[in-house]
Every structure is written in structure tokens, then in C-alpha cells.
């Protein structure tokens, strides 16, 4: 497989990319997203059997069920990610090792579920708390240590519905590749 295809492959809606300007119909229309997200997953999933989410979404990627569980822990690590912003000056968040926690067995195990029911209400919460905000609620910001780059609370709402449409364009794709939907 060249490049050109495993990239296709990884990020099929292409990489992120923060707008100059952030509008407020913008940050509107991305909490919409992230409030209907978790039923649009779910229901992409729900009727795959176990056989099914044992598949990897590409050669060498995580399985279908892996994916789903990361979706939720990275979504739970945002939530977090806002409030730590909402509530101290520019805080340095804490990476965790994505990788790492996708081979633990209850990522590789566990009934979808689990993360189905979690993201739904993480979702929930974070769509309360962003529809709350203020416009300098917004601008505020946190670092990450890997690169020292900075990232608006703005900018990390478009970065994570970007995100759940990133693994579920993986998903979508291996269902239809594999003629399950």
C-alpha cells in the first residue's frame, strides 16, 4: 500500500483544520454536532455483530470496537480539557498515551455499550456547559506539553466534533468496504 492511500486510509475527512475566524454561527453549528453525534454513532454500531467489531477499520488499525471505546475516553478527556480552561489560567493539560490505553483489555473487550452510554452522556454534559458559555468563556485557552501549542476553547469544539466524524468515517468506511451497510 503507498502513502497516498494508508493516508486516505487514516484520515479520510482529511486532517483538521481550524478556521481563521471562528464564528458564532460556527460554534453554534458545531455544539448541534457534537448534541446529535453520540445517537449518529450509535446507530451506526448498534446493529454490528461481535464478529464485526473485532475488524480493524484499515490494515493495521484498531478494530471497529477499539475505535468506538477511544471515542468515548478521548471525548471524556475533553470534557475535562474545558473545564480545566473554564476554571484555571491556560493550564498545561495532560496528554495520555491513546495508543496505549486502546490495548487495554477493557478497550479491546468490553461491550460498546459501555462507551456508547458514556459518550452519550459526556456529550450531554459538554453541549450544557458549551451552550452556557460566553464568547470570553471561549476564547479562553489551554497548552498542550508535546508541542507547547496553544488551543481556544473554540477551537476545541470544532477539533472535537472534527474528531467523532474522523473515527466515524472509519467506521462508515469499513462497514461499507465490507458490504454491512
Same mark, same amino acid.
Given at each position: 500500500m503507498d502513502d497516498n492511500s494508508l493516508e486516505k486510509l487514516r484520515y479520510p475527512i482529511g486532517k483538521f483544520s481550524r478556521p481563521e475566524q471562528i464564528s458564532k454561527e460556527q460554534i453554534n453549528s458545531w455544539?448541534?454536532?457534537?448534541?446529535?453525534?453520540?445517537?449518529?454513532?450509535?446507530?451506526?454500531?448498534?446493529?454490528?455483530?461481535?464478529?464485526?467489531?473485532?475488524?480493524?477499520?484499515?490494515?493495521?488499525?484498531?478494530?471497529?470496537?477499539? %475505535? #468506538?471505546?477511544?471515542?468515548?475516553?478521548?471525548?471524556?478527556?475533553?470534557?475535562?480539557?474545558? $473545564?480545566? =480552561?473554564?476554571? @484555571?489560567?491556560?493550564? %498545561? #493539560?495532560?496528554?495520555?498515551?491513546?495508543?496505549?490505553?486502546?490495548?487495554?483489555?477493557?478497550? $479491546?473487550? =468490553?461491550?460498546? @455499550?459501555?462507551?456508547?452510554?458514556?459518550?452519550?452522556i459526556v456529550h450531554f454534559k459538554l453541549v450544557y456547559l458549551l451552550r452556557g458559555l460566553k464568547s470570553e468563556d471561549l476564547d479562553r485557552t489551554f497548552i498542550h506539553p508535546d508541542d507547547r501549542s496553544t488551543t481556544s476553547l473554540k477551537e476545541n469544539i470544532g477539533r472535537y466534533v472534527w474528531h467523532g466524524n474522523h473515527h466515524y468515517a472509519h467506521i462508515e468506511k469499513a462497514c461499507k468496504s465490507n458490504n454491512w451497510i
Open positions: 455544539i448541534q454536532e457534537l448534541d446529535s453525534f453520540p445517537k449518529k454513532l450509535a446507530q451506526l454500531v448498534t446493529p454490528l455483530s461481535d464478529e464485526q467489531l473485532e475488524t480493524p477499520y484499515r490494515p493495521e488499525g484498531w478494530t471497529i470496537r477499539q %475505535v #468506538i471505546h477511544h471515542i468515548s475516553d478521548s471525548h471524556h478527556h475533553s470534557y475535562i480539557r474545558f $473545564k480545566w =480552561a473554564l476554571t @484555571e489560567n491556560e493550564p %498545561v #493539560i495532560k496528554p495520555y498515551d491513546e495508543k496505549g490505553w486502546a490495548e487495554l483489555h477493557d478497550t $479491546k473487550q =468490553a461491550p460498546i @455499550e459501555m462507551s456508547l452510554e458514556h459518550l452519550r
